[in-house]
């Protein structure tokens, strides 16, 4: 609906990369705010180097919209194969003490994480 | 939390006209997850029904459940919806632990199911069509359990827990298109639409629907129109509030009025309403503000590359829709049909939103009369005074049991509505609640007769009058011995024990 769908996306606009409105609008400031986010910590200098490195990545995609055509179709899955599903059977699952070895903190059962200030989505 | 101040709701209907829209979300109950074979199963020991997939671990790849993608389609097929040719998976992305992957994987631009209706009765008996824009395939959340701050709500909270079970759970999301013209039914629309959705989903067998348990859940929207003189243009859409959090079929009829007088206040006093989601508390009957939501969220949404498109064959199509089970308008026709019940009768479950517990409770094996008594009675009564849907209270399956033991004589009336509280009071089942509580009936004849025959001794003027062909006189000592057996005799045969020993 209407309500909670937002408007249909063109494929280009789909495709854009993350934290930009033009390609090559990729800041500092953007950076260290995704990397907040994402729980990653970074430094003054680890900031800088991704900026530049983030800003080339999407200068490069940005060339890909110079070359396609409006009748070009948009592409999502260049390999021709659809329909590939699973038989609904259970199978194995990890124990509790395998699910939570990677967490940086749990309390015996659950992932511990830190408070947001939002709301699910 | 501020009281918000609230329009009488005739007078709100009176100025505005009430705009709606609904997303439903339907858990299904597939053996696994949407996307990897961990069991559908939630509610057991915290992140043991997870694999790699559902941890969003490197490595991992999701594959598709065809299981969940046929209930989609049959889904969709009920909603009157078209099936797409091709449909596609695409990432949500946000930044929220409910999720490890930090994205959801849903459907965007290609719904499997789209363009349909739902035909709804009202209380009245009025048909009322809601159209249906789509309804798409996703993944369910994580469970996160808030610690510490004061209120248990997520601001000010200190830490949070997450447990993945529900991570992956298959979803189908029901996205209505823009409902004008419910006026001032709109809270009971509301009420009428979810309920035919869980009957539709139940009549399927795809989802367990229970509102309580989440398997159910509605998201409202509504926003006001000012209502225009005869003639003038129509008034632009006014802005629309979500409220979630609504788990039962009362509160989604409660949280569509709140919000309607809420939204009329702000509106009459010159104010804006703010576009953002709102909670629905059940305890105070309120909605508080949430996050502010735009149209523009932007969640960079882009085709899933992991998965394939979902292309359907107009063979399983049109296998899926052979084996539809009669749509719920001409179901609710039979079934009136089939229970002989009267229109008044019949409007009464459909009102109750009962109607899935009342077939159910037939299935078990009452009858239908019996059924719908203790469903729209006594069940809707307690369920009533104490603020929650009747479904939540007992199982169709104890329903069925207690009406058997009215119908064997072993209950009257009166003795199974004490066992029905202790059924919904956790007790057990009705045999045990009976069990435990000692409350069938004395069918023992020699126990009743020696009880008669005391009080007809400790009455001889009693006894006197009802030789004498006074019969009506037998009344004093029916009473007597049934608070002597506490209730527990059938009534007509004390009375028939009754006349016989004061003849003998």
Redesign the interface.
Known sequence: ?????????STSA???P?GSGEPGEITTEQVAHLAG??RIHLTPDEITKLTGELAAIVENVAKVTEVATPDVPAT??P?P????????????????EQ??S?APEH?G????????????? | MAKAELMDYDRAIELFEPVL?F?VHVELN???KMF????NFFGG????????VD?G?PGSLP???????KYSISLGLALGCSIAP?S?FAR???????LAK?Y?ISQ??EPIAFGGSVEVELADGRLFTVPI??AHMEED?GK???V??ATGR???????????NRAGVPLVEI????IYGAEADAPELAKAYVSTIRDIVVSLGISDAKMERGNLRC?A?ISLRRRTAPGEPPAKLGT?T?TKNVNSLRSVERAIRYEIQRQAAILEKGGTIIQE?RHWHEDTGQTSA??PKS?????????E?D??????SAELIAELRAALPEAPAIRRRRLKADWGFTDLEFQDVVNSGLLTEIVETTAAGASAQAARKWWTGEIARIANSRGVDASTLVTPMHVSELVALVEAGTLTDRLARQVLEGVIDGEGTPDEVVAGRGLAVVSDDGALIAAIDEALASQPDVLAKIRDGKVQAAGAVIGAVMKAMRGQADAARVRELVLERASA
Do not use: W
């Open positions: 609906m209407s309500f909670e769908t937002p408007p249909t996306v789909n495709s854009r993350a986010l994402a999502s899955h390999i194969l659809t329909n590939v599903f699973r038989q609904d059977v259970v199978g194995l699952t990890l124990t509790q699910a939570l990677g309390d059962s659950r992932f511990r994480v830190s408070a947001i200030l939002g709301e699910e989505q | 829209g997303e597939t053996k696994t990897s074979d961990a069991p020991e915290p992140n043991t029904n997870v694999t790699p941890l671990l594959v598709v459940n065809e299981q969940a993608v091709s596609r949500k992305n946000y930044f929220y632990p409910d930090n959801q965007f631009d824009e789509r959340a996160l359990t808030h510490g701050g997520i601001q000010g909270a200190e830490y949070s827990l997450v447990d993945y996205v209505t298109d823009i998201d929207n629309r979500e989601t949430g996050r149209d523009a969220d932007d969640y960079r949404y882009f085709p590359p998965l394939l498109p979902v292309e359907p």
